[in-house]
Nanobody, 126 residues
Framework: QVQLVESGGGLVQPGGSLRLSCAASGRTFSSYDMGWFRQAPGKEREFVGGISWSGGSTAYGDSVKGRFTISRDNAKSTVYLQMNSLKPEDTAVYYC???????????????????WGQGTQVTVSS
């Protein structure tokens, strides 16, 4: 059984930065693509970013391109989301997820991911 635990969320002012972490249990972390999604109240879950199993490929949602960076450390079984130039519209619960397989290109649909963390709240407000 795979468990994903997010951390690093909180309250930040517009223009600020946060770094989210997602620690995974199990010994197969390095074999799978990973992704970050977010969900704001009353909205559908939205793809934020994804990274291939090796870390060699990444993909981002249009609303975060140029501001967010996804990375991973397979030795630590952890995936990160560095968020810069945060905006109030980035406010949401952020989830990390493990992909069902390796995808080319990186999967952006929620159905392509089978394990999810519990989420961490990010609030951008002055």
């Amino acid at each position: 059984q795979v468990q994903l635990v997010e951390s690093g969320g909180g309250l930040v002012q517009p223009g600020g930065s946060l770094r989210l972490s997602c620690a995974a249990s199990g010994r197969t972390f390095s074999s799978y693509d990973m992704g970050w999604f977010r969900q704001a109240p009353g909205k559908e879950r939205e793809f934020v970013g994804g990274i291939s199993w090796s870390g060699g490929s990444t993909a981002y949602g249009d609303s975060v391109k140029g501001r967010f960076t996804i990375s991973r450390d397979n030795a630590k079984s952890t995936v990160y989301l560095q968020m810069n130039s945060l905006k109030p519209e980035d406010t949401a619960v952020y989830y990390c997820a493990r992909a069902r397989s390796r995808y080319v290109p990186i999967a952006i649909r929620t159905g392509s991911y089978d394990y999810w963390g519990q989420g961490t709240q990010v609030t951008v407000s002055s």
